[in-house]
């Protein structure tokens, strides 16, 4: 990668996930927190958002792969290094392996998997109640997780932006 | 506190030759770029214009008192007086050179201020600006003070130590009011080189122009300031409070703040505490039967739907029996509610999921209402029984209940799953080819008479009779029953459960439900369905009801613990309860 910030190409694909995701998060645990009318608006969003996710974050994984990301900043202490590197890999697991997970677990749930109205995936798992479970309580951890670790990250970024004042949020930064 | 923060930023300013400070008292700065002039009329600097005012490129005036508990002349001949004095001085001394001059955000142009304060700062501004001098005028309001600037001020500087923590939320939410003493320093010097666009500038103006000086030198390859070590706390601070409001927002929509909260979890744990040890079984309807069969669809309710499965045609049908019980060894003669479940596949994967009940109307309209019926339902520990009083009380304080109660006390009781007509009870819309909607109710209607049977003698029959009555029948033949789609008119209820429609609603028979066999639900394929009335073919859709939401959640926190409660869930090998 040359120059000291992302692609627009990645600073697009980074905002509209960070809108979708943390929507994600907080359509997620509300949902499963309601027994009112909206609870069938938010997980008729909450999947066909998920397959969503999981398109852009392939797509996203490809760009990184061929465009790579501007250096860190020389004089970044090495354990700060290895947390963002540690993180971010986990937040592309993570945002690859969730909507998967959901997939799976609806597959294994008996759960017709409808993407809009008439659009339907295949099941990508058996149909099996010890594997559902599995999933089940996999899709709830790994959510968690992934909230903490986009509270870190976020975090990390103010961090870079008003503490350090160095190129790390400028690289990513929306504008200009 | 801003003089101090500018005069830092002119004596790190490598394009600045020399700086000159007139003040009353020597200071503490030492620095060989600073020139210091002691002087203590500040109402007069003639004596001085020869020294401190010839040959400079620009005058920063930061000098300013608060206004409070002084009277309007006093104020005025401070602020007024000693800023006209300087910038006269200025003008014979140096007429090319810039005056800035720090104001505030309010100060007004018109003079004709409520405000004594603001009239006071328009009156020093325009007649600043009828000067023929390079004046720009910096209106600021709140500034944050930066590399250990401290207003001379002690309220302030209580406030500013008490705002510190929010400065960085502040900024981020206020760009145009906030700004800070090293940006303000920075931004006079851009504007003596520079010049402005406009004599007049708010705190967003000074943040820009602060940035220009910053961001020209890196982009030279000059080395950068470093600002690492400065100040970090109140950036800290603020990046703590971003991330724990964000934090209390996930766990409030999560619900860990509203105990009180109607929620999935709290539905399914009452349901759970109506007896016996649900764990493992579904917590509602907890003790059924499986079936299989198919539904042979007449092709008649294909205008009035375009669900794949009311095509005329033959749809296999996954289902169960059940009664309305939380305990999954309640004897079947204990409940008063039976149900069946179904589950059509049509072709293309297309589910229509349903779960009737033999009532002919719900007991409540509302989520709140039936965890009410369900808590009045809970079973006692000590008695093991539940409280007779609770179900009393629940009918008293709800009237919507009578219908449903009426019918509980009077329907004839019958020893069959088989003669039994089964209600949606909830309404639907049906979606034509055309797009149409048309609120709809459906029943599954027995080709078997009712046989009524006196319901103390239900309890002779052994506590599984349901069961074995339907094992026995199938062993003989298929049991058929009729899916009628009733159509609601103008008026009818679509939210309420409670309220029946009238009878002389038209009745569109769609097809007919074959029931071919019957398993026990540990071996049977409806053990691992969630029968979620939600799940619907294109062509159904859910009515406004707020039960079905409620059930749709409710069911899937039930599927949720019993699979997650597999090791608890008695599987018997499947000869054990076939009858002979």
């Not at chain 1, 900043?73 to 392996?97: E, F, K, M, T």
Request: aromatic share 8%; charged share 15%.
């Amino acid at each position: 990668m040359s120059g000291s910030r992302f692609t627009p190409l990645q600073r697009v694909l980074h905002w509209t996930m960070a809108v979708m995701v943390i929507a994600m998060l907080f359509i997620g645990v509300g949902m499963v927190a309601t027994l009112r009318p909206r609870f069938l608006l938010l997980i008729a969003i909450h999947r066909p958002l998920g397959i969503l996710i999981l398109v852009f974050a392939l797509v996203r994984l490809g760009v990184r792969l061929r465009r790579g990301a501007p250096p860190l900043p020389a004089d970044l202490p090495w354990p700060q290094v290895a947390a963002a590197r540690g993180s971010h890999v986990l937040l592309y697991v993570l945002l690859i392996l969730m909507p998967l997970i959901g997939w799976s677990m609806l597959s294994a749930g008996g759960y017709p998997i409808v993407f809009y109205g008439p659009i339907h995936l295949p099941p990508v798992m058996p149909h099996n109640d010890a594997l559902y479970a599995v999933l089940r309580s996999t899709h709830t951890a790994l959510a968690y997780l992934l909230f903490t670790v986009i509270l870190a990250h976020i975090a990390a970024a103010l961090f870079h932006a008003w503490v350090r004042r160095d190129s790390v949020f400028p690289s990513m930064a929306p504008w200009r | 506190m801003i003089g101090g923060g500018v005069l830092r930023e002119c004596l790190a300013d490598p394009g600045v030759d020399e700086v000159i400070s007139i003040v009353r008292r020597a200071g503490t700065v030492h620095h060989s770029k600073l020139r210091e002039i002691v002087h203590a009329d500040f109402h007069d600097f003639s004596s001085i214009a020869g020294t401190a005012f010839a040959g400079v490129d620009a005058v920063f005036f930061c000098l300013g008192v608060a206004s409070a508990g002084m009277s309007e002349a006093d104020y005025t001949r401070i602020t007024y007086g000693i800023t006209l004095a300087a910038a006269q001085t200025l003008l014979q001394s140096s007429p090319a050179a810039s005056f800035i001059y720090v104001s505030g955000v309010g100060a007004d142009s018109s003079e004709r201020s409520r405000r004594m304060w603001a009239r006071v700062r328009g009156r020093t501004e325009n007649a600043l600006l009828r000067l023929p001098l390079k004046t720009f005028i910096f209106r600021l309001a709140l500034i944050q003070p930066v590399h250990g600037a401290v207003s001379r001020t002690p309220s302030y500087r209580l406030f500013y130590m008490a705002a510190a923590p929010l400065m960085p939320l502040l900024r981020m939410l206020f760009p145009a009011s906030v700004t800070n003493t090293e940006l303000v320093g920075r931004a006079m010097l851009e504007v003596a080189r520079h010049g402005a666009p406009r004599p007049l500038l708010d705190s967003r103006d000074v943040n820009v122009l602060g940035r220009c000086k910053f961001e020209r030198t890196s982009a030279a390859g000059a080395p950068r300031v470093a600002t690492a070590h400065h100040a970090p706390l109140g950036a800290l601070a603020g990046i703590g409070l971003i991330i724990a409001l964000a934090a209390i927002a996930f766990v409030y929509t999560a619900g860990w703040l509203s105990p009180n909260r109607l929620t999935p979890v709290g539905m399914v744990d009452a349901l759970s505490r109506r007896g016996g040890d649900p764990r493992g079984h579904r917590r509602n309807h907890a003790k059924g039967i499986c079936f299989t069969g198919e539904f042979e669809a007449s092709g008649a309710g294909a205008s009035i739907s375009s669900a794949p499965m009311l095509a005329e045609g033959s749809y296999p049908v996954i289902g169960r029996f059940a009664i309305a019980t939380g305990n999954p060894r309640a004897s079947d003669a204990t409940a008063r509610v039976r149900s069946m479940a179904i589950r059509i596949l049509a072709h293309d994967g297309e589910e229509w999921r349903s779960g009737m009940n033999d009532s002919p109307v719900f007991a409540v309209s509302t989520p709140q209402a039936f965890y009410a019926m369900t808590r009045a339902q809970e079973v006692d520990p000590a008695t093991g029984k539940p409280d007779p009083r609770a179900m009393q009380r629940f009918y008293s304080m709800h009237p919507e209940s009578k219908d449903f109660a009426a019918w509980a006390r009077s329907a004839p009781w019958t020893a069959s799953y088989a003669d039994q007509t089964y209600n949606s009870l909830n309404a639907f819309y049906f979606i034509d080819n055309a797009g149409r909607s048309h609120l709809v109710r459906w029943s599954m209607q027995p080709t078997l008479s009712p046989q009524p049977v006196p319901q103390a003698s239900l309890a002779t029959l052994g506590p599984d009779f349901l069961e074995q009555d339907l094992l026995r029948r199938l062993a003989q033949g298929s049991l058929d029953w009729h899916l009628i789609v009733t159509m609601a008119q103008p008026g009818d209820p679509s939210s309420d459960a409670t309220r029946a429609w009238p009878a002389n609603r038209q009745r569109v028979d769609v097809g007919t439900l074959v029931v071919q066999q019957a398993s026990e639900e540990s071996d049977g394929a409806c053990r691992d369905y969630n029968y979620d009335p939600t799940i619907l073919p294109v062509g159904i859709r859910p009515s406004g009801d707020p039960l079905l939401a409620a059930r749709s959640s409710a069911y899937a926190r039930s599927f949720d613990l019993r699979t997650a409660e597999a090791a608890d869930y008695p599987h018997r090998p499947s000869h054990d309860a076939k009858p002979q």
